[in-house]
């Protein structure tokens, strides 16, 4: 695979593996190909023996947008590329091997699914999250499944249904990340948490893992997902939610906005 074909980076040192989203062009949006060396990049990691810990990263200025919704407009419900993507917050969330999300910048649906299928999440105070979902027409049904066992109950209620945009410092306040530091800070706050990580006992840390996930109801979770994906692709397929995309690609506001003609 030629480099500019390379979408996702992976390197580990000092026993942490380090996956980068590298898509800028598109704001790290969850495109086909990013979609697959992401997988493949998580899956290395669980199985190599040199990483400890894994921290999900990104680069330029936005940690990931979402699905990508050129890929979406004119699909079928059965093609729609978010059948794909609960495979990703299952890697992540059933890891035997802590993840960490590292964002400087912003997160938008599909990517806020994964900051919540993360262990441990750490933004700079510059990152905003957003449910945009409806706002295009479509269900935060996926995300849904990570998301919501982190959420307040009111600010879930809130933030799913109006779509709008808050602070790191309200993700933290709320339970989506576990902390919001200055931009200078970020990179010595996820070496704080994995020094710590590193000294958990691998075999420990993996039935530790296992045992928080089953707690919070996650043993469930492919049967879950499951069913929240079909619900996801139906809308992302229904003319309403086609049209949403379209109206976004356009930079216009749906038709069903009061005051469209």
């Given at each position: ?8 980076r992976y ?9 980068t989203?590298?898509?800028p062009?598109n704001r ?5 190909r ?9 899956a ?5 023996a040199?990483?400890r810990v894994?921290v999900l990263?990104?680069?330029?200025t ?6 990508d ?6 699909a079928?419900?059965e093609t729609q ?8 917050l299952?890697q992540?969330?059933?890891?035997p091997?802590?993840?960490v999300?590292?964002l400087?910048g912003?997160?938008r649906a599909?990517?806020v699914?994964m900051?919540a299928?993360a262990?441990i ?11 945009t ?10 995300i849904?499944?990570?998301v919501l066992?982190r959420l307040q ?8 249904l109006?779509g709008?945009?808050?602070d ?6 709320i339970?989506l ?8 800070d ?6 704080r948490?994995?020094?710590m990580?590193c ?12 045992l928080?996930t089953?707690?919070?109801g996650?043993?469930?979770m ?11 692709a139906?809308f ?5 939610g ?6 976004f690609a356009e930079k216009?506001?749906?038709s069903w906005v009061p005051g469209?003609?």
């Amino acid at each position: 695979m030629t480099d500019e074909n390379q979408l996702v980076r992976y390197a580990v040192a000092d026993g942490i593996a380090t996956i980068t989203l590298d898509s800028p062009h598109n704001r790290n949006a969850l495109s086909a190909r990013l979609r697959a060396q992401l997988r493949a990049a998580i899956a290395a990691a669980q199985d190599d023996a040199a990483a400890r810990v894994i921290v999900l990263g990104h680069t330029g200025t936005v940690f990931c947008s979402g699905m990508d919704l050129k890929e979406a407009r004119g699909a079928s419900a059965e093609t729609q590329a978010v059948n794909e993507f609960p495979a990703i917050l299952e890697q992540l969330a059933h890891s035997p091997k802590p993840v960490v999300a590292k964002l400087a910048g912003p997160a938008r649906a599909g990517g806020v699914g994964m900051v919540a299928a993360a262990d441990i999440a750490i933004a700079a105070r510059a990152a905003t999250f957003a449910f945009t979902e409806v706002r295009i027409g479509v269900v935060p049904a996926v995300i849904s499944v990570p998301v919501l066992p982190r959420l307040q109950a009111r600010a879930a209620h809130e933030l799913f249904l109006t779509g709008e945009t808050f602070d790191a410092q309200r993700a933290a306040e709320i339970g989506l990340i576990n902390a919001a530091v200055a931009p200078e800070d970020l990179d010595a706050e996820v070496e704080r948490y994995t020094g710590m990580l590193c000294r958990g006992g691998p075999q420990a840390l993996a039935a530790t893992k296992e045992l928080l996930t089953e707690r919070a109801g996650g043993a469930d979770m492919g049967a879950e997902l499951a069913k929240m994906t079909e619900l996801s692709a139906r809308f992302f397929a229904s003319a309403e939610g086609q049209e949403g995309m379209t109206a976004f690609a356009e930079k216009r506001s749906p038709s069903w906005v009061p005051g469209q003609s």
